[in-house]
């Protein structure tokens, strides 16, 4: 599966942002879904997860209650809305996907995009 991240931006602090995840080759309805993100000069770090269906979401207790993993299995994406953003939040941000299998937790990815750039000026 290939995947295509967009929707990153120049924000304000307190603003938002939607990032989108298209993905292509394969149907996303048998993969776990996840972001990442990776500040500048850290490390990349876990932001979001969803199960299969999209019923159950994980969080970066970093951005839990400001930012939103969904999916649309018929659309073949995945978003990740950003709420109240902080400079902290500044990252280029990848959307990864995962050959969900019993076991395998929600930080092991198979596929990964290219990355999206987002940046939060105070």
């Known amino acids: 599966v290939q995947l295509q991240a967009s929707g990153g931006g120049l924000v304000q602090a307190g603003g938002s942002l939607t990032l989108s995840c298209a993905a292509s080759?394969?149907?996303?309805?048998?993969?776990?879904m996840g972001w990442y993100r990776q500040p500048p000069g850290n490390e990349r770090e876990f932001v979001a997860a969803?199960?299969?269906?999209?019923?159950?979401?994980y969080y970066a207790d970093s951005v839990k209650g400001r930012f939103t993993i969904s999916r649309d299995n018929v659309k073949n994406i995945v978003y990740l809305q950003m709420k109240s953003l902080k400079p902290e939040d500044t990252a280029v941000y990848y959307c990864?996907?995962?050959?969900?299998?019993?076991?395998?937790?929600?930080?092991?990815?198979?596929?990964w995009g290219q990355g999206t750039q987002v940046t939060v000026s105070s």
């Open positions: 969803i199960s299969l269906g999209g019923m159950s979401t």
């Open positions: 990864a996907a995962q050959e969900w299998r019993t076991g395998r937790g929600i930080y092991e990815y198979d596929y």
């Open positions: 080759g394969r149907a996303i309805g048998n993969y776990r």
